[in-house]
């Protein structure tokens, strides 16, 4: 069971946009503004697209956007595109004992 | 071209031992924070460890406190991880990726390298 929790899966047609939750609690999400986006295809490496919280790194498009409410963070994808389709994970800091946690990864398919 | 490389999985029995590395370029690598984080086939990521730029502060995931050690060494632009007393559930892609500043998120990853543990 991972620390974080996301939706196993979304979907959306082309041009639509999509949300993806990523909950935590108190001791992680909710303490720290260090929780990170990654879009991964199959059989690929893991790309960032956002950190610290709502910061996209260059180069991701700004299609892309992320942010937080107590607990839960969230990462939208607006005009959703075929290439988009990937699984998305999120990440957050969690002190100085866990230090790193990410949610268990949520299958984002294009319809 | 900022690139890391990782190398050294393989196939090893439970109880064994593996050292994996991973080589950077493109980039002043002795100014990161690197971590190794893995990920079991078909499942998520999971952070395992990290290092800080001089190698005097290490952090380790509690499954793996007391059997892998993570390494550096700047003067050849190498992370390392060595892991005693594997177990099965050790088995995953492991991927070495750099941290920018302090955010605890991972900029640049690797390709990954597969670890096997089974008799």
């Known amino acids: 069971q991972s620390a974080l929790t996301q939706p196993a899966s979304v979907s959306g047609s082309p041009g639509q946009s999509i949300t993806i939750s990523c909950t935590g609690t108190?001791?992680?999400?909710?303490?720290?503004?260090?929780v990170s986006w990654y879009q991964q295809h199959p059989g690929k490496a893991p790309k960032l697209m956002i950190y610290e919280v709502s910061k996209r790194p260059s180069g991701v498009s700004n299609r892309f956007s992320g942010s937080k409410s107590g607990n839960t963070a969230s990462l939208t994808i607006s005009g959703l595109q075929a290439e988009d389709e990937a699984d998305y994970y999120c990440c957050s800091y969690a002190g100085s004992s866990t230090l790193v946690v990410f949610g268990g990864g949520t299958k984002l398919t294009v319809l | 071209e900022v690139q890391l490389v990782e190398s050294g999985g393989g196939l090893v029995q439970p109880g064994g031992s593996l050292r994996l590395s991973c080589a950077a370029s493109?980039?002043?690598?002795?100014?990161?924070?690197m971590s190794w984080v893995r990920q079991a086939p078909g499942k998520g990521l999971e952070w395992v460890a990290n290092?800080?730029?001089?190698?005097?502060?290490?952090y380790y995931v509690d499954s793996v406190k007391g059997r892998f050690t993570i390494s550096r060494d700047n003067a050849k632009n190498s992370l390392y991880l060595q892991m005693n007393s594997l177990r099965a559930e050790d088995t995953a892609v492991y991927y070495c990726?750099?941290?920018?500043?302090?955010?605890?998120?991972?900029?640049?990853w690797g390709q990954g390298t597969m670890v096997t543990v089974s008799s």
């Open positions: 990726a750099r941290e920018p500043g302090i955010s605890y998120a991972f900029d640049i």
């Open positions: 108190s001791s992680d999400v909710g303490s720290y503004n260090l």
């Open positions: 290092i800080k730029q001089d190698g005097s502060e290490k």
């Open positions: 493109g980039f002043t690598f002795s100014s990161y924070w």
